[in-house]
């Protein structure tokens, strides 16, 4: 019986090096990380002068997942293409409306230098 165990456990063990071949930190560094940014910006490429976001399929890709959660995946894909314009340092992101219908789209305005999103809504 303890042999049996014993060969399960190995198993067990032995599937899930194989599996998981990453080491995790942990909730614990993950709070030590938060509160060292909280506290300061030192080895932060974020810092509002550093450009993160440089071309316009990052800029969708940070849109899009928001813009999906707030007015639904099938909504913001049917405004495709998007007219996109980088003005100073920001992307500002509009769906297109197809010619001879009616409504509204939605503009993003992000911030390229933090990813900071200064604008979502949608016109009706």
Sequence with gaps: MKYELFFVFTLFVKSQAQTNDRIL??????????????????????????????????AISVAEPILFGIYTKENIIKQRPYEIHHIDNYWVINGTLQTGFRGGTFVCIIDERTGTILRVTHSK
Aim: proline share 0%.
């Design 25 to 58: 930190l942990g909730i614990d560094h993950a709070k030590q990380e938060l509160q060292e940014a909280l506290q300061d910006n030192s080895h932060n490429l974020v810092n509002g002068k550093n450009i993160i976001i440089k071309d316009t399929l990052t």
